[in-house]
Structures are given as structure tokens and as C-alpha cells.
């Protein structure tokens, strides 16, 4: 059919040239409408979180912010540095905040939420987007973006409720599953992204293997105020990576990358200041693992894990409790999700499937945000598709178009004709 209508448009008649050119013209235009159709933001979308980026990170390796800085989104889609590492005592190029979390002291034992992840680079997802979130203009999940070659650098939700007893709630209202939505874009998605490269909307196709920047801790998402600077951050919660070389150097009286330090005013008064909230052991941890995502339920708001505390955590795959998590003959995994409470008793807080996610996928931040009914608040807060067709202003274009190049068309044929 092709070669018919290419025979047909080479012909040497005026007038089936002018047609052929009306059709290439008609044909760019709508292919430059269709060309137009991009992610849009959320209807609602959720406040801007505090974050970091890993030490492998372009933004890192570019020298644009450091892997022990906390972020927030700037208005420039660039992020913008509002705690240095340096303030934290993690002042070397190499130092990583691996996980963060602010005091999450007024979420009750019935309160529900979803989980906010993100994921390594190296992640795949288990599940294509949810279909009836598909259906309602949602599209996007953690394997869609990693087909893409930006998950690194985003945000989803669990498509699940929990209380801080653990979950998923059977039978919640608005339940779709153990599946994730995106809420937050690396980048361009309606001012609330991470401004994190590559600098690609949830629609777009990343070129093959270009770099991303990979979130590696998040909070803040679900605080009533927005957060913006350095006053509504503190006090944080925070834990460095073990490749980390200021890890010896941190007020532990063992260094590692499970231990986790408290940085804000402490009870005591004076300027802001590091000191150990939990050890390793105290979460039931062992020296080598390390931390990758974390939420700090600081309960009695004394700055210690103890008394009601409570911390929903994630571990590095080379942890060596994801062996003891998991049991005899199976270990547990990178992308399950563990709870600790002051006891010392730590126990899968949700499996890597009930979010959406496989074994071999690696969580390497997490949230959470206050939700009654999952379904509901992915509708509102997630990144939409824009329609598939143009917008009616778009048709109008198109056929103005036509009609002109109709008219003018029509008017040359009869003046030569009157001329033969």
C-alpha cells in the first residue's frame, strides 16, 4: 500500500502534487499534535519533601550538590541544598546520607497511610501499572519508569493501606492491590519533581543507559506545612552509608551503617548538634548491615528510641539480617520493608510483592503519606497522562489548516483552467 500511494504522489499532474503536498502537510500537523501528548501533573500534588541524591548521582559526580547534603526542589528544576553534609559530620566528598526521616510524632497507633518508596537504579519492578488506575489516567509505576530509564530518581505510593501495626489493611476502602503509583517525577512534572537527571517527563523514554540521579533518602511529604528551609527541617533522623569515610568519626561507640544519629536542638538546649538516637543492636541489627530507608515514629519525642517508638526500615542486599528475616531456607529481601520497636524486636513490615516490587529490586528511600482510602489518593496525587488525542484548540488548528490549504488549492485549479 506504501509503494501505491508513493507512485501516486510522484505522478507528473499538478493537481495530484498539490494534493499529495496537502496531505504531508495534514499528516505533519497531526503528528505534531499527537507529539504533544506528555505527563501532566497530579490534581493534588503532595508537598515537597526533603532529600538526597547518591554518591553515584551525576548531580553528585558534577559537584552541582554533595551525597551528604539534604535537598529540597528548588524553582529552577535544580535542587536546592538546605542542610550541608558538613553540618551533620559527614564533611568528606565520599560521605552518604543513606537514609532519612523526620520525628513522625503525631501519627497514631489507628492512623492509616500509605508507603513512599524509591528505588535503586538497578530496580525492575514486578507489576505493570495498575489497570483501573490505567483506565482513570494514572499509567505510571515503578516498572513503567524502569522500562524507562528514570525510576531512580522518583516517587510512588503503595496502592495499600498500613497503620503502624503493619498491613496491608484487608478489605480498606479503595484497596487496588499490592501495586504503586508514581506521585513524584524525577523531573518536569509540574513543580514538585526532584529536578533529578535525567531531565525526562514520566511520558519519556530515557536514551539507553544515560545516568540517573538516585534519590536515597526522602521525608516530609506528608507534613502539613510545606517544608523549605533549614527551621521546618530539624530535627532529623539519619543514618550514612558503610562506604562512608566520616562513618568512624560519628558519636557511635561502633561505627555503622545501621546506626542511627539524631541531628537538631536536643532537650538540653544550644545550637544543633549529632548524637546516636539507635544502635544497630538496639534495632536488632548487626554491625554489617546497613540501612537504606527509614521512618522514625519518635513517639515521646525525648530523642532516644525507647518507650512507644517505633522505626519501618529497609536494608542493603548485602545486610546480613535479611538472612535471619527471612527464615529458615529463605532470606528476606532488599525491597521488603522491616519494623523495629524499642524492644529490639524487628519483623517484616511489608513484602517487596505487596508494593509492587521483586526480590531482586532494591528500595533505597522511604516515606509515608496519611491516605484513608489508597485508591483515592492515587487518583489525586499521582502523575496523570495527558490525553491521547488533541485538545480542542488543537482540532481547530488542524482543521483551519485544511480548509485554507483546501480553498487555496481549489482557486489555482480553476485559474488554470480558465487560462486553458
Known sequence: MKHKIHSQ???????????????SLVSATVLFAASMAVAAPPIQPTLPPFYTFDAESPSVSDGTVGSGDILVPGPNDAPIIVLRGTDLGLPE???EIDAC?????????????TILISVHRESVGSVPPDPNLVAQGVPYNVTDQAE???????QCMSLDLFTRAGGPLPGSNGRAGDNNALIRNNYDEGGTDFGAKPETSAAETAAAR????????????????????????????FSASTDSPSLQLLPAAIPSGANIFF?????????????????????GLVQDDDITGMI????????FFQGQDQIV????????????????????SSADVFSVDASGNAVIFIAAAGLGLGAADVISAVDFLTCTDATACALRHAIRAEPLVPAVSTWGMIVMTVLMLVAGTLVRMRRRASAA
Open 9 to 23: 504522489c510522484v505522478r507528473p499532474i499538478r493537481h495530484l502534487v498539490r494534493v499529495c503536498r496537502l496531505q
Open 93 to 95: 566528598p565520599g560521605d
Open 101 to 113: 526521616s523526620g520525628p513522625s510524632r503525631n501519627i497514631g497507633s489507628g492512623d492509616t497511610f
Open 148 to 154: 524507562k530509564g528514570q525510576a531512580a530518581g522518583d
Open 210 to 237: 544515560v545516568p540517573q540521579d538516585n534519590v536515597n533518602c526522602m521525608f516530609g511529604t506528608g507534613v502539613p506545612t510545606d517544608p523549605r528551609g533549614p527551621a521546618d527541617l530539624l530535627p532529623i533522623y
Open 263 to 283: 541531628h537538631g536542638v536536643t532537650q538540653e538546649g544550644g545550637p544543633p548538634q549529632t548524637r546516636p538516637y539507635a544502635s544497630f543492636s538496639d534495632l
Open 296 to 303: 522514625v515514629f519518635d513517639a515521646g519525642g525525648d530523642e
Open 313 to 332: 526500615f529497609s536494608l542493603a542486599p548485602d545486610s546480613p539480617s535479611l538472612i535471619t528475616f527471612g527464615g529458615p531456607g529463605k532470606a528476606a
